[in-house]
């Protein structure tokens, strides 16, 4: 043992003491790598015999098809006597078609590794197809059964009424989804996205106005198909010809909304009482009078990521990183058929509810006055956007989201194409200009679901007038 030790010393008396490591260099960052060019994949188009548009961008590094039949026929096309009608139809697709019923569907989907989907939100609807390219023909058969031979039974309403009322019920009981209705009815009154279903409203839609809604609005002149993946324009227009070649049907006359009048011409609050409810979901907005197509849209859009739009935005390094109020706070900006929306939002804990609005409006001020926006955070929201941008179009999905976008609303042919420039021109002064222009206190909805006996004393002394309203935002009468 001794040896061993008297041999261990002289090891280290003949290696001597260790030389200090130079780390100087850790206290100087590495330059950023230069930018990589990124080529968005390019769409190729073709038309059918009906005259119906297909656009197609290709992807073959997986064995994936996916085709979207999307139809400007949406919600909108809802009447206060047809709440839901648009979106009920479109769900009855898939409850039974041709000789299939939903689950003979099902069973001849899963048959192909396939899956089919069909829905409608307010703007638009589809059905949609993905599938395994060795599969795609007979996928495309069963895709087209479901469209143009859909049966509407009875039975199968009568099924999905019952889920339906059941999920209304779930979603008045969940604050986020009661602000989520509210909030609808408040930006939007009782029209378009504000038309909101109800018990009464499900029961009194028939199979057979589905039936019509379908006949009237899923024709060829309202519809595109966008296809992405695993094949070329060359080999699916054959394909699609075949089975959608000869349906016919002209456009619908119906009317798009175009304008919606601000609810509030003075900061407002609308307090839903949520009973012992730990936190408070909160909803800030107003309406805008611009929307993509304004010439100062993207100066607009970089101020709220600057203000909300991301992680390291004001909004949130004050509300979640310094105060710990909430575990995010967001802002962003909207648009639909009618001009824009700019909000913010969060989920704060009850106590902190009345503080929280405070600190909202203060970032709002200050971005326009005393603290206004920087050359850094404006570089640091390009750098986001931009860098990240790449990896959302790994799925197809997403840029024939975009060219349906572009046809919906009638944006600039090459709008995804130019979107980087267009982020890339955006300067300080405009950006200031456009924020300063556009989110105005005077003019905010603050809307809050929570425990009204904790927060309602905190929430009278911001000073605003208070409007108490039910689950579906419908105002209370005054006790």
């Known amino acids: 043992m001794r040896i061993i030790t008297l041999i261990a010393a002289g090891f280290i008396a003949a290696c001597g003491p260790k030389a200090t490591p130079d780390t100087s260099w850790r206290n100087t960052p590495p330059e950023p790598l230069a930018p990589r060019a990124f080529q968005l994949p390019e769409a190729s188009t073709g038309t059918l015999s009906n005259g119906l548009t297909v656009s197609v961008v290709e992807n073959h590094e997986v064995p994936l098809v996916s085709i979207r039949i999307a139809f400007d026929q949406g919600g909108w096309t809802d009447s206060a006597e047809t709440i839901s009608l648009a979106s009920a139809a479109m769900d009855m697709l898939n409850e039974g078609a041709g000789e299939y019923d939903a689950a003979g569907i099902s069973k001849a989907a899963k048959a192909l590794a396939a899956n089919i989907s069909t829905g409608a939100g307010a703007d638009s609807a589809s059905v949609s197809l993905n599938v395994l390219s060795k599969n795609l023909e007979p996928a495309l058969d069963l895709m087209a059964t479901v469209l143009l031979e859909p049966t509407f039974e009875q039975d199968d309403w009568d099924l999905m009424l019952m889920d339906r009322v059941a999920s209304l019920a779930s979603s008045r009981n969940n604050p986020g989804s009661i602000a989520g209705r509210a909030g609808a009815r408040l930006r939007y009154g009782s029209t378009y996205k504000g038309m909101l279903s109800s018990e009464e409203s499900y029961e009194a839609l028939t199979t057979e106005a589905m039936a019509n809604w379908a006949k009237t609005h899923l024709t060829p002149g309202n519809a595109r198909i966008y296809v992405g993946g695993d094949t070329t324009l060359e080999a699916i227009l054959p394909l699609l010809e075949s089975r959608f070649g000869a349906w016919a049907g002209e456009a619908s006359t119906a009317e798009k909304p175009t304008t919606v009048q601000p609810n509030v011409d003075a900061t407002t609050v609308f307090l839903i009482d949520k009973p012992g409810a730990p936190q408070s979901v909160l909803r800030v907005f107003r309406r805008l009078e611009i929307n993509e197509l304004s010439e100062d849209w993207f100066d607009f859009f970089m101020a709220n990521m600057m203000y909300g739009g991301m992680f390291s935005s004001r909004l949130n390094l004050n509300l979640r990183e310094e105060k710990g109020w909430t575990y995010g706070a967001r802002s962003s900006v909207s648009t639909d058929y009618t001009k824009g929306v700019w909000s913010a939002g969060s989920s704060v804990k009850t106590d902190t509810t009345a503080d929280s609005i405070s600190e909202i409006v203060r970032e709002i001020n200050e971005a326009s006055d005393v603290r206004t926006f920087t050359q850094d955070e404006l570089d640091n929201a390009r750098g986001y956007l931009l860098g990240s941008r790449p990896v959302r179009y790994e799925n197809a999905g997403r840029l024939l989201s ?70 579906d935002g419908n105002p209370l009468e005054a006790k």
Not at 429 to 448: D, F, M, N, R, Y
């Open 402 to 471: 975009e060219l349906q976008n572009i046809w919906l609303y009638d944006l600039p042919e090459d709008w995804t194409v130019a979107l980087a420039d267009n982020v890339r021109a955006v300067t300080l002064e405009g950006a200031q200009a456009a924020w300063t222009e556009h989110v105005k206190v005077p003019e905010l909805s603050i809307l809050v679901v929570g425990d009204k006996a904790t927060i309602e004393e905190s929430l009278a002394a911001l000073g605003y007038p208070i409007v108490h309203l039910d689950n």
